[in-house]
């Protein structure tokens, strides 16, 4: 529900739906690390606000970000990524990013990597992607990106590196 919840989240099981109930939800990373990080397959992210994540002190430049979500069928809609040390959102794995605003992380805006240029599509659309250190940093594919607006960023809008298939 609304409100400023100071974390540093983990997900690891499969199948979890975390929805925003109400607009203000916010949940801050204080810099001690990512806001959030999930390890597990068809998890779904709904409006929620992410912002201030970085490496915890002492971590060695660790790196770390609002949200890093490592699997499967991931699906993050209507969220905002904001003021990060890293990156504001990386994907690694397969799914659907889109309807989000990321802004002002000091590292790529957006991360999207598939792990397999052979593997199912990642969908990137109508996302807002401004004002970060680069836009989009795409790797291995395949992607289809749609209708995103990636603008006022200091380094590359979009960057995109996809493998030859063996």
């Known amino acids: 529900s609304n409100g400023q919840y100071r974390e540093n989240l983990q997900i690891v099981t499969p199948g979890i739906t975390l929805k ?3 607009k203000n939800v916010f949940v801050d990373g204080a810099y001690a690390g990512s806001c959030l990080e999930v390890t597990a397959d068809d998890v779904s992210l709904m409006g929620i606000v992410f912002a201030n994540g970085g490496p915890p002190a002492g971590s060695g430049g660790k790196e770390a970000g609002r949200l890093v979500v490592t699997g499967a069928n991931a699906f993050v809609t ?12 990386k994907l690694v794995g397969t799914g659907e990013v889109s309807f989000n605003l990321i802004v002002a992380s000091l590292g790529p805006g957006l991360v999207v990597d598939s792990g397999d240029p052979a593997g199912p599509l990642t969908t990137v659309k109508y996302n807002e992607i401004v004002r970060n250190h680069s836009g989009v940093e795409a790797l291995k594919g395949p992607f289809l990106f749609d209708k995103n607006e990636i603008s006022n960023n200091t380094g590359d809008g979009l960057s995109i590196s996809i493998l030859e298939a063996d």
């Open 78 to 89: 209507k969220c905002e990524f904001r003021a990060n040390v890293g990156f504001g959102l």
């Open 20 to 22: 925003a109930a109400g």
